[in-house]
């Protein structure tokens, strides 16, 4: 079963930052948080992972909570192109991704 | 940037047939993934493969299913006798030797009919 819980969907306006909340309240000490994205009819897409510490790269930012039981991705100008179904996933240490419902990101011009 | 490669993007094939669906992983990755996802469903983890061999596979990954990296650079998905219900998207994908992360290839999507 998923380990993680996202909500089902979340609206933002164009060019405004978004902010996608994900617990992960059994996660382990050596499981990562990976998140991936996926476009309708496309194969998901690698957004950023961590395992402490925040991160952030040209896509996104990731920011880890001091007890690791949640993380929030951070799109910080949100684009028409950023609407998909974004997955929260703990990576464990048998490499496996479970896979949950993820958030349907829905953009409003 | 480079991808994953699957081919055929969209196979359809009768009920007891064999498939085979065609993967060429990223050159310098390392660990490969077939995952799959049926309509409107999660996408499921079917297995890895780390140096020639299977290291994890999940339920779903039954008798029915091989896989295979025959020739260094492609990696292959064999399913022996396809069932109605094997009816999905099925995404390859590979990471490299770092683990970070995952690079998936846009899919093939079975028909079985």
């Known amino acids: 079963d998923a380990k993680t819980t996202q909500p089902n969907s979340m609206e933002s306006n164009e060019e405004e930052p978004v902010h996608l909340p994900c617990n992960h309240s059994t996660i382990s000490g050596t499981d990562y948080i990976h998140w991936y994205r996926q476009l309708p009819s496309q194969g998901p897409e690698y957004v950023i992972h961590g395992l402490t510490s925040n991160v952030n790269n040209r896509m996104a930012s990731l920011a880890i909570a001091e007890d690791r039981k949640s993380s929030t991705l951070i799109l910080h100008r949100a684009t028409l192109r950023d609407a998909a179904v974004y997955y929260c996933i703990l990576r464990q240490s048998n490499y496996q991704l479970i896979w949950g419902a993820g958030t349907k990101l829905i953009i409003k011009p | 940037e480079p991808e994953v490669t699957q081919t055929p993007s969209h196979q359809v094939t009768q009920m007891g047939q064999e498939v085979i669906l065609r993967c060429v992983p990223i050159?310098?990755?390392?660990?490969f993934y077939w995952y799959r996802q049926i309509l409107g469903q999660k996408v499921e983890f079917l297995v890895s493969?780390?140096?020639?061999?299977?290291?994890?596979k999940s339920e779903i990954f039954d008798d029915q299913f091989s896989v295979e990296r025959p020739d260094g650079s492609n990696f292959t998905l064999k399913i022996r006798s396809t069932k109605l219900e094997d009816s999905a998207m099925y995404f390859c994908a590979s990471s490299d030797p770092r683990l970070t992360g995952y690079t998936f290839g846009s899919g093939t999507r079975l028909t079985v009919v």
């Open positions: 050159s310098n990755h390392l660990y």
């Open positions: 493969f780390y140096n020639n061999e299977i290291s994890e």
